[in-house]
C-alpha cells in the first residue's frame, strides 16, 4: 500500500540558482491531499489527460496511476489490502466479473442517471451497481481511399464484402492471439452471421488477408502507409490517427459490436471519497468530453455528451436505435478467449495453407468446389464448446493455473488438428499440398 | 536595413540556408518527411527495409509504453521506479514533442522535471548529487516507497519595452516545495526543465566530434564563443543532448532518461537512483539485472535515431523569404546553424555523410543572467545552454497544442524566447528587437516554417 506523503510545510529550502525560491508556504490544500491511487491499463495519452483534469475539477485529491495489464490486473488486486488500489479503471470485462464474484468491489457510490447501461444488445454497466461502462470502442474496417482507388476496389460495407475474391491480398487481420482487442472482433461476426455461417465468412477473409501481431506496428500504421488497403480494427485507433491528419475513413460495418471499458472502486479502498470522486469525474459530462480528444477518440456512454462533439462522430446509442449493434457482449465476454485461440489455430497458424487452399478452391469447377468448400470453412468445434463454462474457465485461468494451461492447450490442440485433417483433404481434392 | 543586407553578403550566407531548396523547388530529403499535421514527429525514415520498420515500431512501443511495478507478468516492462517522474518516455514526449510546464496554481508537473544538485563537483565529474533526493526530483514512488514530494511553479510577469514601444511580458518561473518527503533540503541547486522534442537526434548523433571541435574553434562575430561541453574525464567525450550537452551520445541520453525519470536501470545505469537516506527505495524490488535490457535499448535508439525530421513549409511565401534572411542578418545563425554534415555513423550507417538543416551548432553559449538556472553541469555553468536545434519548430503549437519555449518553457511564443536570449546572443537579439513590427513578425514566420 502506498505510504501517504507528510507534507514538510516548514521546510526551507536556501535555493542557489537565480530562479527558484523553495520553500514558499503551502498552500491550504496542500496540507489535506490525499492519493487516489488508481489501477489501469490506458495509455499515457489517456491517463495525463484524465489526471490533469481530475486534479483540476479535484485540487484536494492527487491522482497515483498503478499501471497494469488487463492479465495482469487480478494478480495485483489480490494482493493484501488490495495493493491500496482505491479504483479499478480498465477495459477488461471478464475482470471486472471476476472481481465481483471474489467480493473484491464495492457498490458504486455514484448515481448513473444519464447513464442507459447498454448499447443495442449490449449491457454495459453491471446490473448489480458494482462497475459502469466509463467508455466503449466499437468494431470496424480501417480504409486507405487512395488505395482503394488506386486497385479499383469499393470501400467494404460490411463483413461480407470483405470475403470477396477481389480483395485477396488487400486486407489486414489482427490477430485475435496477440493483439488484445481482436477476440471480440472476431466474436462479431460469429454472433451476427452464426457459428457455422460466421466460420466461413472468416475462412473467406482471411484467405484475403495477412495478420498484425504485436510487433509494435498498428492496423492504422500498415494502412496508412498504403500497405494494405482494409484493416480490421478496434475504432479509437484509426479515429485518433483520422482525428490527427491521416488520410484514412473508418467504417463501422452494419454488423456491429462494441466493448466497454469500466470503473468500479474497489472493497478495501483506502480513501472512499476519492475513490467517489475520481468515479464521478470519470462519468461527468466534463469528464466523457475527454474522450473526445483528437489523441483518445473514444465513445462517451452518456448519451448526451455526443450532441458538442465534432460532426461525424460516431454515436453508438444512436446506431443501436436504428437497430444497430445487436452484439451480445456477455455471451461475447465469456467465450472470446476460446475462440480466439481456436481462430489462432485453424487460421493464424496456416495461414498460407488456407490461403492457397481458397486460390485453388477459386478456380475450381462447381463439382469440385462444393465437396472442397466444407472443408475449408467448417467451424473448429462447435458452439457449445466455446460457450461451455468449464472451457472459458480453462483458457481464462490459463496463464495462472497449470492445469487450466493443459485443459486449454489440449483443446487447441484438438482443433488444429481437426482442422489440418480437414485441410489434407480439400488438398486431395483441389491438388497442392 | 542596408547594414544588415551587407553583413549577409559579407557572410555568404545568403542562398545556403535551406537545404530543402534546390533551384528553388522545395523537395523533400531522405531525412525527412512531409507532414504537417500531429504526426509529424511520428514518422520513421521513407527508406527504412521491412525488419527496419518492424524494429522502429518496436522501439516506437517501449517509447510509449507504461512501466510498471516488479514483480509482474509482464517481466519484460517491470522495474519502475522505485522513484519516477511519470510512467513512460512518451509522458514527458507527448507526440514526440515538447513538454509543458505547469500554467496554473497546484498543478502537477506532467511533463516537466527539477534536476537537483548541490555545490561541488560529482564523482563522475558532472554535477554534484543532492545527498538525500539525488539528482533528480521524483514526484512520483511505487506503492510501499515513499515519494520525494511535490514541487509548485508559480510564473512571475516581466514587462519589457522594445525600441518601437511595444510593450511585452515575459515570465520567469519561481519554485517552492509544498510538501517534502525526506525531510527539509538544505542548500540545493534547482534547475527546471521541459521534455525536448525528438526529432533527428539520430542525425545530431551523427555529427563528427571534429565537426563540433570546429565548430567551437571557429571566429564568431559578436562575442559569440560556443564550447564543446566535456563529459568525464579519460577521455571526456563531447555533449550533444540535453539542455546543457551533458550527454555525449543518443543512446547515454536514453538510458539516463529512464533512469531518472523512470527508473528503469540498464546496463549503462545498472543501479537504482535511491540514496543512502532512501531506505525503502533501496530495499524495494527490481524488475531486473538490468530491467531495460540491451535488445530494448536498441530498439528505442534505433526508434529515436530513425525519427524522419518534418520537412520545411512556406518556403517561397515572400515573408517567410524575408524573415530567414533577417534571421541571417541578425546573427542568429551564428549558433542556429542551418547547415551541418553528418560524420561517419558506425551505428546507423543511412544516417552517415547527410547534408542536413538542424540549426543548432550543439554547442553550450552563455545565455546570460536572465536564463542561468545556477547550476553548473560539467564544463556548462549556469548560465551556459546548448542551442537547440530549430527543426519542426513551426510545429509546436499543432503538436503540443501549446507553443512553450525555452528549458523550463517559460516562453509562451517565439517573440519571448527571442526576447530571453542574452550573453552571447545578446547582440542578436538587440537586432531582432531593433526591427520593425512587421519585419520581427517576418523573422518569427520563417521559424514557423521550419
Known sequence: MAQRLQPARRAFIRQAGALAAAGASAPLWAATRRDVVVLTAYPDAVVSRFEAAFEKAWPRYRLRVVWRMPHDALPYLRQPGQGGVDVYWSASPRTYVQLKAEKALRKLPVGLAGLPGRVGGSVIDDPDGYFAASEVAGYGFAVNPAYLAREGLPVPADWTDLARPAFAGHLLVPDPVEVGFAPVLVDIPLQAYGWDKGWALWSAIVANARFVGRGGNFVSDEIDGGRSGVGLSIDFFVAAAIANGAPLDFVYPRQGGVNPAHVAVMAGSPNPAGAKAFVEFILSEGGQRILAHPDIRKLPVRPSVYAGLPSGYHNPFAVAEQGGYRYDNGRGRGRAAPVAAAFGQVFVQPRERLAGLWRRLRAADTATWSKAWPLLTAPPCAEAEVDDAAVQQAFFARRDDPAAEARARALELDWAARAQARYARAEALLGGA | ???????????????????????????????????????????????????????????????????????????????????????????????????????????????????????????????????????????????????????????????????????????????????????????????????????????????????????????????????????????????????????????????????????????LHPQENCTPAQAACRRAPRGGEPELDDAQLDDVEFYLAHLAVPARRDMRAPQVRQGESLFAAAGCVTCHRPALRTGDSSRFPRLAGLDIAPYTDLLIHDMGPGLSDGRPDFQASGREWRTPPLWGIGLTRRITERERYLHDGRARNLTEAILWHGGEAAAARRRFEALARPRREALVAFLESL
Open chain 2, 1 to 267: 536595413m542596408g547594414g544588415l543586407l551587407m553583413r549577409l553578403v559579407l557572410a555568404g550566407l545568403v542562398g545556403c540556408l535551406s537545404p530543402g531548396v534546390a533551384g528553388g523547388e522545395a523537395r523533400v530529403l531522405s531525412w525527412q518527411v512531409a507532414d504537417a499535421g500531429r504526426e509529424a514527429f511520428s514518422r520513421p525514415l521513407a527508406d527504412l527495409t521491412e525488419a527496419e520498420r518492424e524494429r522502429f515500431f518496436r522501439g516506437r512501443s517501449l517509447f510509449n509504453q507504461s512501466w510498471v511495478v516488479a514483480p509482474a507478468k509482464d517481466d519484460r516492462l517491470d522495474g519502475l521506479g522505485p522513484l519516477y517522474n511519470r510512467l513512460a518516455c512518451v509522458s514527458c514526449h507527448a507526440r514526440n514533442g515538447r513538454g509543458l510546464p505547469p500554467e496554473g496554481q497546484g498543478e502537477r508537473m506532467q511533463s516537466m522535471l527539477l534536476r537537483l544538485s548541490v555545490a561541488g563537483v560529482g564523482s563522475h565529474g558532472g554535477a554534484r548529487a543532492h545527498p538525500v533526493y539525488g539528482e533528480q526530483f521524483n514526484e512520483e514512488a511505487i506503492p510501499g516507497v515513499t515519494p520525494e514530494g511535490r514541487a509548485e511553479l508559480r510564473w512571475i510577469e516581466v514587462r519589457r519595452r522594445l525600441p518601437d514601444g511595444s510593450l511585452v511580458s515575459l515570465r520567469r518561473p519561481r519554485l517552492s516545495f509544498p510538501e517534502l518527503g525526506y525531510g527539509a533540503m538544505g542548500p540545493v541547486r534547482i534547475s527546471p526543465r521541459v521534455g525536448q522534442q525528438v526529432v533527428g537526434m539520430g542525425l545530431l548523433d551523427a555529427v563528427s566530434d571534429a565537426t563540433l571541435e570546429a565548430l567551437a574553434a571557429e571566429a564568431k562575430p559578436d562575442g559569440v564563443k560556443g564550447r564543446v561541453n566535456r563529459i568525464g574525464s579519460e577521455p571526456p567525450e563531447l555533449g550533444r543532448f540535453g539542455h546543457k550537452a551533458n550527454m555525449s551520445s543518443l543512446r547515454a541520453q536514453i538510458a539516463g532518461a529512464f533512469l531518472g525519470d523512470l527508473g528503469i536501470t540498464s546496463t
